[in-house]
């Protein structure tokens, strides 16, 4: 029987769900002795809290790297997804927790995982301007060219809610370099060339059409 069927019927120990609690509550406030003590006392490291999370989660909320690492030394599940479907991998990318995005990585994320909105880690992390973040998901097999659920691919996304400045620029130039398909629309047919042209963004227009001349003609 589960340890959650058995917490149904009343009949886990106490002590047993305080310490699970507690082991969420020290990761959330990033207090890695109490993480540590918790997990030696036999707190289960993927225990899941009233919203779905893992203690990787509520660490990584906190962006509280020390606190991630240890959990994820204990063998914490990185792509566990909670009530709105973030995970410790997918919530590091769209906060650009670059380090919590390296241990997720190493610690085997799921690169074909999606948020609630049906985008892989790399597309809110192109959308935010996370550039180093975006250039370690990029050093990873994660789709370039996934879309998303609005119809969106990270290239149009960094180019429709970026802000068309440095940063933006920059992932851009990164995506492309990484196989980015300019010619890959929104579902209004809109490609990233033509929103960046209608936003005034003259660097990435730049960068677009430079781009295009080189790929084919129709989407990969």
């Not at 609005?150 to 440095?166: Q, R, S």
Request: glycine fraction near 12%; aromatic fraction near 2%.
């Amino acid at each position: 029987m589960s340890r959650w069927v058995w917490m149904l019927l009343g009949l886990l120990p106490c002590g047993v769900m305080a310490a699970d609690s507690g082991l969420i509550d020290a990761a959330r406030r990033g207090d890695v002795a109490t993480v540590s003590r918790l997990l030696d006392g036999g707190a289960p490291v993927n225990a899941r809290d009233g919203r779905g999370r893992n203690a990787v989660l509520a660490a990584t909320q906190g962006g509280h790297v020390e606190a991630a690492r240890l959990l994820i030394s204990r063998g914490a599940d990185v792509n566990a997804q909670d009530d709105i479907r973030d995970s410790a991998f997918l919530l590091a990318g769209a906060r650009g927790h670059t380090e919590i995005v390296r241990l997720t990585l190493a610690a085997g994320a799921n690169l074909k995982l999606t948020n609630r909105y049906g985008g892989t880690a790399l597309i809110p992390a192109c959308h935010y301007g996370h550039v180093e973040t975006v250039r370690v998901l990029l050093g990873s097999k994660i789709d370039v060219n996934h879309v998303n659920d609005l119809g969106w691919t990270a290239l149009l996304e960094a180019v429709i809610l970026g802000d068309g400045g440095t940063r933006h620029t920059e992932i851009v130039r990164l995506l492309l370099q990484h196989g980015a398909n300019t010619r890959i629309a929104d579902r209004q047919g809109v490609t990233p060339l033509a929103h960046a042209e209608q936003r005034g963004q003259h660097a990435i227009s730049a960068l677009l059409r430079e781009a295009a001349a080189r790929q084919p003609k129709k989407p990969m």
